[in-house]
């Protein structure tokens, strides 16, 4: 599984921090901090879900 990030549409909310902060950290600025295509270890999967799932941009996809 992996983390698509579309760092045009992140706004920065931080809800998919506040939902899987393990998963999602935020910058300095408050927007996440990962890169577009990052791995998810098994054990994290539900948690990366529920991240992405929270962002009200839909900037997170989990594939």
């Keep these: 599984m992996r983390i698509l990030v579309r760092t045009d549409l992140c706004q920065g909310h931080a809800q998919c921090n ?3 902060p393990e998963i999602y950290p935020l ?3 408050g927007f ?3 890169p577009s295509d990052t791995p998810v270890p ?3 999967e539900p948690a990366a879900r529920l991240g992405a799932a929270a962002c009200p941009e839909r900037a997170l996809q989990v594939t």
Excluded: F, M
């Design 32 to 34: 996440v901090g990962i």
């Design 27 to 29: 910058d300095s600025d």
């Design 18 to 20: 506040a939902q899987a």
């Design 42 to 44: 098994a054990a994290q």
